[in-house]
């Protein structure tokens, strides 16, 4: 069911769910999250805790937005890879992918796994990597805000 | 908002750890590494030298680490312990994992080290 989701976003090439980063309002990015574990219940906790704030525009990219930021959190297994890849290429203009949590850093638990990927950095270019199994909603925030800081930087 | 007990980040006391394994060998995911070396050491009055390990390198890829605390609750000697901390997001895979330099400054400030 996931996966069809993911493919229903990428179908329809507008982001399902667009985040703005509370307590930063100079920064100006639209979170994509592909939630596929049990890291997608921090960034749940993140929007409950109000660090991650729903975006009022709706779907689609609002305008003065500098990038879309595809959120993979959760453990990306051989039959959901390209589901995430097709989310990844749905996304127009500027796009960064932050890596949360164990699995889709290194595979995690199950770095021994056959049918996992290890590391979504396989499959696409990361940003920001985010340690944790799973990370805080906190760690969420701060490797968005690290994010910021690498793209402004680059 | 963060509990004080939360896992945050795995700090180590190099002076405490006798390189004994058993946390390298525990961990769930393999994610720390060790090296050490063996050295002979003549005390006085002793019949023959003892040996010891002397720890080399230690260390702790957070990208594979599932924050279990198993090392931290299986470690003899406590030579490793929780500190608070979240920010440590980096740019890459490699960025994730922290040798003895890192850890000994996530040591809590809190604990005393076990080797005073």
């Given at each position: 069911?996931?996966?069809?989701?993911?493919?229903?976003?990428?179908e329809r090439r507008t982001p399902e769910r667009a985040y703005r980063v509370a307590g930063?309002?100079?920064?100006?990015?639209?979170?994509?999250?592909?939630?596929?574990?049990?890291?997608?219940?921090?960034?749940?906790?993140?929007?409950?805790?109000?660090?991650?704030?729903?975006?009022?525009?709706?779907?689609?990219?609002?305008?003065?937005?500098?990038?879309?930021?595809?959120?993979?959190?959760?453990?990306?297994?051989?039959?959901?890879?390209?589901?995430?890849?097709?989310?990844?290429?749905?996304?127009?203009?500027?796009?960064?992918?932050?890596?949360?949590?164990?699995?889709?850093?290194?595979?995690?638990?199950?770095?021994?796994?056959?049918?996992?990927?290890?590391?979504?950095?396989?499959?696409?270019?990361?940003?920001?990597?985010?340690?944790?199994?799973?990370?805080?909603?906190?760690?969420?925030?701060?490797?968005?805000?690290?994010?910021?800081?690498?793209?402004?930087?680059? | 908002?963060?509990?004080?007990?939360?896992?945050?980040?795995?700090?180590?006391?190099?002076?405490?750890?006798?390189?004994?394994?058993?946390?390298?060998?525990?961990?769930?995911?393999?994610?720390?590494?060790?090296?050490?070396?063996?050295?002979?050491?003549?005390?006085?009055?002793?019949?023959?030298?003892?040996?010891?390990?002397?720890?080399?390198?230690?260390?702790?890829?957070?990208?594979?680490?599932?924050?279990?605390?198993?090392c931290v609750d299986l470690c003899p000697f406590d030579a490793l312990a929780w500190s608070p901390g979240f920010d440590h997001a980096a740019s890459s895979a490699g960025g994730l994992?922290?040798?003895?330099?890192?850890?000994?400054?996530?040591?809590?400030?809190?604990?005393?080290?076990?080797?005073?």
């Open positions: 069911m996931i996966s069809l989701a993911l493919m229903e976003v990428a930063a309002p100079a920064l100006r990015i639209v979170v994509l999250d592909v939630g596929l574990a049990c890291c997608a219940l921090e960034v749940g906790a993140a929007i409950t805790a109000g660090l991650l704030v729903p975006d009022v525009a709706g779907p689609g990219v609002p305008k003065g937005i500098d990038a879309t930021v595809l959120l993979i959190s959760g453990t990306v297994t051989d039959a959901l890879a390209p589901g995430v890849l097709r989310a990844w290429d749905a996304i127009d203009g500027a796009r960064h992918a932050v890596s949360f949590g164990a699995c889709a850093n290194t595979g995690g638990p199950y770095w021994d796994a056959p049918t996992v990927t290890k590391g979504i950095d396989q499959l696409l270019p990361v940003t920001v990597y985010v340690p944790g199994c799973p990370p805080r909603p906190e760690a969420l925030i701060a490797g968005l805000l690290r994010l910021v800081d690498e793209t402004a930087t680059a | 908002m963060i509990p004080d007990e939360a896992h945050g980040v795995i700090g180590l006391q190099p002076s405490a750890c006798t390189s004994c394994m058993i946390c390298v060998r525990e961990c769930p995911t393999w994610c720390i590494e060790l090296e050490s070396h063996t050295e002979e050491v003549s005390e006085p009055g002793a019949r023959r030298p003892k040996t010891i390990n002397v720890l080399d390198a230690f260390r702790i890829d957070f990208g594979l680490c599932m924050y279990c605390g198993i994992v922290h040798g003895i330099n890192e850890l000994v400054n996530w040591w809590p400030a809190t604990n005393p080290s076990p080797a005073d």
